[in-house]
């Protein structure tokens, strides 16, 4: 899989890519993550990719022609199966969205900043909107490193046996049961007996009824939509 983030400022995403699981990823070539700077496609010698809006109000917005450039550059390289705008306006990233999008090759991910981007970039080229929940960040790259990870970690190869995807919260719509390791006892507080009997079917039905129980109590939700 190829991730192409425009940004106009892609520092902010170095290290999450640079460090454990999404860096050995990246070292196997399971996949490529590529940062685009847009001042690069700015229009004057100031650098200049904002501004003010049409009509009025705060801030300022990002303007469609060197956006324009930049996604056109990328699109002239390859196909992309989706372009998808991070934004608060978007749809409710979850564990749905990020397995439908592992599948896919080439994905441009486009962040915000400021008020947002002028709306004829939408038109032209955004194909997904995606927000990573119902408050506000100061531009959409923090969210661009959240759904990246959330889509690189699915990725055959990526997690080892261990880590496996399979059992994670959310992959069945159950919360995590509670888990310990060594010592047996701390302070006083003794790890559950029935994960010491060594039964694995009678772990796994203590485990399943404690993830339904959490599951009830935190996120009555998510059982609804079993
Ligand atoms: Cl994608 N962008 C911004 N600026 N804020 C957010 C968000 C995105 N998702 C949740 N909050």
Redesign the pocket.
Known sequence: MRIDIISAVPDLMESPFRTSILKRAMEKGLAEVHFHNLRKYALNKYGQIDDAPYGGGAGMVLMVEPLDRCISDLKAERDYDEVI????D?E??NQRIANTLSIKENIIML???YKGIDQRVRDMHITRE???????????????C??ADSVIRLLPGVLNDEQSALTDSFQDNLLAPPIYTRPEVYKGLKVPSVLLSGNPKVIEDWEHEQALNITRTRRPDLLENK
């Open positions: 705008y991070l934004t608060p978007g409710t990233l962040c915000g900043h995606i927000s990573i929940g119902d408050y506000v960040l100061t531009g959409g790259e923090l969210a661009a959240v759904l």
